[in-house]
């Protein structure tokens, strides 16, 4: 269950999907922000980084489990790309969707431009997992 064919590509990712969001949020908030109802977020003061942490650390390693399983040892960058392609739709743009039409807090175009950039990111993801668990199983 820990071996480093596990252990190096959840660190990988875990990195990538923990550090790249904040960079993307942080440059384009003046986008989004026009884009905001109602602010649920929290203050920077109040930010539960370890948890934060935890989340994005449970999630990365149940990617790279589903991605071992539905490649079936085929650790190719395109059946990354796939796999983060098929997580983003099953995910972030189906939930897109069923928090616009239950919420008020953003308009439509937040939801489409955050599609977008976690599709993006999950099939990043899907490689650098693919690429690690390629290295890694040598």
């Not at 999630?59 to 796939?82: D, P, Q, R, T």
Request: proline residues 3%.
């Amino acid at each position: 269950m820990f071996s480093k064919s596990i252990v190096w590509p959840t660190l990988t990712v875990f990195l990538f999907f923990f550090i790249t969001p904040y960079f993307f949020y942080w440059a384009s908030e003046a986008c989004f922000q026009e884009y905001v109802l109602i602010d649920i977020s929290r203050p920077d003061e109040e930010l539960k980084l370890g948890l934060l942490a935890l989340g994005v650390f449970l999630m990365s390693f149940a990617f790279v489990h589903l991605f071992k399983k539905w490649c079936s040892g085929e650790f190719s960058n395109k059946s990354g790309f796939i796999f983060g392609l098929w997580i983003a739709l099953f995910y972030n743009v189906s939930m897109g969707f069923i928090r616009y039409a239950t919420t008020e807090t953003v308009e439509a175009p937040f939801y489409i431009l955050d599609a977008i950039f976690w599709a993006a990111m999950y099939a990043v993801g899907g490689v650098l997992v693919a690429t690690v668990s390629r290295i890694t199983t040598k």
